[in-house]
């Protein structure tokens, strides 16, 4: 008989030795449990042919065509992925609808002698749990933004407090990605359902009863989206403030974003956009600025002529009480020390 779980947190507490996504690479790659493996047993080419059998012939032929692709590869599994594995193991196993694909691996597996259980519903009833959680219920935890300008080291910050046992979540290393403009990052960013999937399990996580720390964002991450409950709650939560002087924030972001400073042609192509937003003289004087390699008064022009302007505008349209103001004297390891130091005070008396 399939499981059914209630909530999310049920699911991820589950006492499974593994769980197994027996649906297509393609499928897997799209969105998956966190943790589960990929053991597919009709393949990205396989499941499209058996699709096509299906519509343009008939059913029960291509049940039974599936049929025989889905025993062989679940067989090479066996002999394979799963030999090392002995009586006792206990598999979680699920498919697209908790349909053929997973009850045909999952019986396989019972007849072996192994504990397997199959999810009811399978991965479409995993995303309806998550919707909830993310869209329709309340978030059961408090909330603190870390909030400061681009340059004031926000991410070195939350890793510290983390460090000190601090709960944080660290939104951009979730989207794979810095979170401005220029922020993308090596191996592109997750699909939104894999980001809210994520998103969903650090959340059920964190404990309810102490805060949780998170960078302040917009409501997008690059490509992608935050959902409304939790951003919602971000906008509301309270803040600490973080600063520094522009020439340490120059520095420092000169360090941090070389990568991106190297790329002229990558630079051009995100900054001629702002033309409608800052004005052809100032976007032509960024290109000149690229065009001469001078990454130093780059950087600055941007913070000067963007991205402060664009914090200082969204500050304006919130309503969330700053509960502390922390001036980085230096963007050091001992500075961000000193910092990660005093949130922590700052946190204790919440």
Known sequence: MALKFS??????????????????????????????????????????????????????????VGAAMVFRNA????????????????????????????????????????????????????????????????LPLRIVALDGNTGTAKTELLQLLQTLGIQVLDLEGLANHRGSLLGERPGGQPTQKAFESALAKKLCEMDKNRPVVVEAESSKIGNLLLPPTFWTALCNAPRILVSAPIELRTTYLV????????????????????????????????????????????TRALMEQHYDLAYAKSRRCQRAEIIAKIELATLDNNGLATAASRVQEVLVQL
């Not at 070389?258 to 800052?278: G, K, N, Q, V, W």
Request: aromatic share 10%; charged share 25%.
């Open 7 to 64: 909530d999310l947190s049920q699911l991820y507490m589950h006492s499974f030795d593994a769980v197994i996504d027996v649906r297509s690479p393609a499928e897997f790659a799209e969105d998956h449990l966190p943790e589960a493996i990929n053991l597919p047993v009709l393949d990205n080419e396989e499941r499209a042919a058996v699709g096509t059998i299906y519509v343009q012939q008939n059913p029960f032929l291509a049940r039974k």
């Open 75 to 138: 067989a090479a599994h066996i002999e394979n992925s799963l030999s090392h594995h002995a009586g006792g193991w206990k598999p979680l196993v699920y498919c697209w609808r908790g349909g053929q694909r997973s009850g045909s691996f999952s019986w396989m597996l019972q007849q072996i002698g192994w504990r397997a259980e199959v999810i009811e519903g399978g991965y479409r009833s995993y995303r309806r749990l998550v919707n909830k959680y993310l869209y329709q219920d309340p």
């Open 255 to 298: 360090k941090t974003y070389d990568d991106i400073l190297s790329d002229h042609e990558r630079l051009r192509d995100r900054l001629s956009p702002l033309r409608f937003h800052r004005g052809h003289s100032v976007v032509d004087s960024w290109l000149a600025m690229i065009e001469s390699n001078d990454k130093h008064a780059l």
